[in-house]
């Protein structure tokens, strides 16, 4: 599995059109950033800590296809990244973080 947080608003309107397009870093990046399990909880504190209203996907691979590329990004670990739009059937779990945990907590609590 390979895991994507995203603002809960941007997780609805992806399930009102069927597919993910990316967030503004994503669109901006030129694909859509993903994290595997091990790499998702550096991921929220990197890049959400202190954000609020987050939603994780639980992202099933196989379902996208030729559309995901593993490619190295922070200290040349393979990133999973989506070019092109996340469909919304390759999404197995979607889960609102915790309010009451710090990101990275909530992402860890989520997983386990």
Do not use: N
Not at 47 to 66: P, Q, Y
Not at 82 to 92: F, K, R
């Amino acid at each position: 599995m390979i895991y994507k947080l995203l603002s809960s608003a941007e997780w609805d309107d992806a399930l009102a059109v069927g597919a993910f397009a990316g967030s503004a870093v994503d669109r901006q990046d030129g694909f859509i950033h993903l994290s595997s399990g091990d790499q998702v909880v550096e991921t929220a504190r990197r890049h959400f800590a202190g954000a609020t209203g987050l939603t994780l996907l639980r992202v099933e691979e196989e379902r996208l296809g030729d559309a995901l590329r593993w490619e190295p990004s922070r200290g040349g670990q393979l990133f999973p990244h989506v070019y092109g739009s996340l469909p919304v059937t390759a999404v197995v779990a979607a889960r609102a973080l915790p309010v009451d945990l710090p990101v990275p907590d909530a992402v860890a609590a989520l997983l386990g």
